[in-house]
């Protein structure tokens, strides 16, 4: 096995190498097996990619190595997440191939939950990968779904999901939405009380564009 400094050596230049004069400040500390990556970066995507790339390199090496990423992200706090909102808005409309409105977020405390309808899991990839981005965030969260089947009012089915998202009486996690071009929503899942199944059919008759809603969600309470 090499000595541990010809091992960090070797994962510091690549990193340092793959950086493309972007501002990071990484570090690299062999202890045993694990390949420890330390430091602050400001986005998401640098973190993602400097463990790719220590992952990459160490493969290359004699013996085998655990990366563990300790990275953090410069600038948690200093953004509202309403600021963080909208530059995931800009961000998501530049994806080529999105269509409009087709990925939504919300974010809490500096953590992205994506939502939305999609028709190709490579839409989720690219979609995914903009909001990694963005400065500042701590995480991206995916709830966004392909649509498989009969084409379904897209557009609609975004609405709704958006709006359970912010309602802070819903756990949108747990709640799929469906909705054909007649204004017909479909809610499916399983929630916590029945209080929150009515809430969330609630929400949804609130969504301009909403004609019926069928509730087929389940509550874990009776």
Do not use: C, Y
């Not at 960090?8 to 501002?23: D, L």
């Not at 990071?24 to 998401?44: A, I, K, P």
């Amino acid at each position: 096995m090499r000595h541990p400094n010809d091992v960090s050596g070797a994962v510091q230049r690549a990193i340092e190498h793959g950086s493309q004069g972007a501002r990071t400040s990484v570090h690299v500390e062999v202890r045993g097996d694990q390949v420890v990556l330390s430091g602050v970066v400001d986005t998401l995507a640098q973190r993602q990619a400097a463990e790719r790339t220590a992952a990459e390199t160490t493969a290359r090496l004699p013996g085998k190595f655990r990366i563990e990423n300790e990275i953090t992200i410069a600038g948690n706090g200093a953004h509202s997440d309403r600021e963080f909102e909208q530059a995931l808005d800009r961000m998501l409309a530049e994806v080529p191939d999105l269509a409009p409105k087709a990925v939504g977020a919300r974010v809490e405390r500096g953590v992205a939950l994506l939502v939305g309808h999609v028709s190709s899991a490579a839409h989720v990839e690219a979609a995914i990968a903009a909001a990694r981005q963005v400065p500042g965030l701590k995480k991206v969260v995916s709830q966004i779904q392909l649509v498989t089947g009969a084409p379904p009012d897209v557009d609609l089915i975004n609405r709704v999901s958006q709006a359970l998202s912010w309602d802070t009486h819903v756990n949108k996690h747990q709640i799929t939405v469906e909705a054909g071009h007649d204004g017909t929503v479909t809610l499916s899942g399983e929630v916590d009380t029945p209080e929150e199944r009515e809430r969330a059919q609630q929400v949804a008759r609130g969504v301009t564009g909403v004609h019926q809603v069928v509730n087929r969600i389940r509550s874990r309470q009776t």
